[in-house]
T-cell receptor, first 114, second 110 residues
Framework: AAGVIQSPRHLIKEKRETATLKCYPIPRHDTVYWYQQGPGQDPQFLISFYEKMQSDKGSIPDRFSAQQFSDYHSELNMSSLELGDSALYFC?????????????FGPGTRLTVL | QKEVEQNSGPLSVPEGAIASLNCTYSDRGSQSFFWYRQYSGKSPELIMSIYSNGDKEDGRFTAQLNKASQYVSLLIRDSQPSDSATYLCAAPEQGGKLIFGQGTELSVKP
């Protein structure tokens, strides 16, 4: 079965640079979630999109922005990168049916900021 | 914001034993819960979802939900070394975002 695709899988950037992470949801899934996971921490919600519209926003820095495109893929844009942005970034997708939709996670992008 | 609490462990069990992972949550209105398995450096992998009081079985895994006690658990029968991972309990908030517990690290010793 098709899974969530994320690219790139690994990314190394310098401080103050920008990064773009991409997410391709499972076919026919209409909702995308972005999570950030620091070392030894549980995943923290950043932002979500439903039918190409932002549906919820969590603890996402103003330096970050995201959008969902007409083909339902999503991109997370990160500017003025800081050392503390080094983390695993996961995208998850679901088909919205109501409360508690099952989310399937992509393999993640490991971002290292030097 | 709802809270989801897990014992961080590590929980160590011998191969073939039953591993019991526990999770409590603060929001009495929560309707659904998810257990994810996460190997180090990898993404969370869905193990079980549970929506109703009682037990739900899938192979060697059984999820138990007690809404009155605000408690959800995951039992792993015949534990294998390959089950060694961090297990994350999660509940959705309004809008669907998942709130995770801090995870329980399970180690299955051969």
């Amino acid at each position: 079965a098709a899974g969530v695709i994320q690219s790139p899988r690994h990314l190394i950037k310098e401080k103050r640079e920008t990064a773009t992470l991409k997410c391709y949801p499972i076919p026919r899934h209409d909702t995308v979630y972005w999570y950030q996971q620091g070392p030894g921490q549980d995943p923290q919600f950043l932002i979500s999109f439903y039918e190409k519209m932002q549906s919820d926003k969590g603890s996402i820095p103003d330096r970050f922005s995201a959008q969902q495109f007409s083909d339902y893929h999503s991109e997370l844009n990160m500017s003025s990168l800081e050392l503390g942005d080094s983390a695993l970034y996961f995208c998850a997708s679901s088909f919205r049916q109501g409360a508690g939709d099952t989310q399937y996670f992509g393999p993640g992008t490991r971002l290292t900021v030097l | 914001q709802k809270e989801v609490e897990q014992n961080s462990g590590p929980l160590s069990v011998p191969e073939g034993a039953i591993a019991s992972l526990n999770c409590t949550y603060s929001d009495r209105g929560s309707q659904s819960f998810f257990w994810y398995r996460q190997y180090s450096g990898k993404s969370p992998e869905l193990i079980m979802s549970i929506y109703s009081n009682g037990d739900k079985e899938d192979g060697r895994f059984t999820a138990q939900l007690n809404k009155a006690s605000q408690y959800v658990s995951l039992l792993i029968r015949d534990s294998q070394p390959s089950d060694s991972a961090t297990y994350l309990c999660a509940a959705p908030e309004q809008g669907g975002k998942l709130i995770f517990g801090q995870g329980t690290e399970l180690s299955v010793k051969p």
